[in-house]
């Protein structure tokens, strides 16, 4: 910690040196309500997610007993790991925007103050991941219900039915990625225009006793 030259703490920002502070570097943003309620549901959905790896490690061990030690094997269960996996993958993607843990390949962004973080995010939310968000899910609803409305299959004989599961999750995790994405935009606009009001954080009463 360094101390500027009105006496108050401030954050070292992270050096070149740091390449994990690179990686794990968070723009401390304020929340408000909707956004708290949106990132609630997000996390819960992507805790819930993560309980699909260990579903698909159950069926990659019973594969491989199946196959090395009873010498049968399954096209169905086979798809059913790639089905979970990618499954479980699509519906964690929220929750990394959530806490802000995606990676991050910018040196410059990490350099700037606060508030020119916030005017970088809020450019990049409307001009870049909100409308490419949206076209995602306009493109790929059509194309989960038409696999619905054909029944499609896979194509191995033995293959997975109701393939448009997969495909109406692909579309299900573009919205949750779009909530997510509308959730970060309420916090931006908290920081730089005070619209919505920001939640107030309550200090710890050690912290207010300390500071009195």
């Not at 196959?67 to 979970?84: K, T």
Request: charge should be negative; glycine fraction near 8%.
């Amino acid at each position: 910690m360094t101390v500027s030259d009105q006496g108050s703490p401030q954050k070292p920002r992270a050096s070149i040196d740091d390449p994990d502070e690179f990686l794990h570097h968070h723009t401390e943003l304020p929340t408000t309500r909707l956004s708290q309620w949106i990132d609630g549901l997000m996390t819960a959905i992507g805790k819930g997610a993560s309980w699909a790896w260990v579903i698909v490690t159950g069926f990659i061990i019973y594969a491989v007993i199946g196959r090395y030690v009873f010498g049968q094997g399954s096209v169905l269960l086979e798809e059913m790991e790639w089905h979970v996996a990618g499954a479980g993958w699509l519906m964690g993607m929220a929750y990394t925007l959530v806490v802000d843990d995606h990676v991050r390949v910018d040196v410059l962004h990490e350099r700037l103050s606060l508030k020119a973080q916030g005017w970088v995010e809020l450019f990049g939310l409307l001009i870049l991941l909100l409308p490419f968000l949206g076209l995602a899910i306009y493109e790929m609803v059509p194309y989960a219900v038409n696999a619905y409305s054909v029944g499609e299959t896979s194509q191995a004989p033995a293959g997975l039915s109701n393939r448009w599961v997969l495909k109406a999750v692909l579309a299900l995790a573009f919205m949750l990625i779009f909530l997510a994405g509308v959730s970060r935009l309420f916090k931006v606009t908290a920081l730089l225009f005070g619209i919505p009001r920001p939640i107030a954080v309550q200090s710890a009463p050690n912290q207010e006793e300390e500071a009195s």
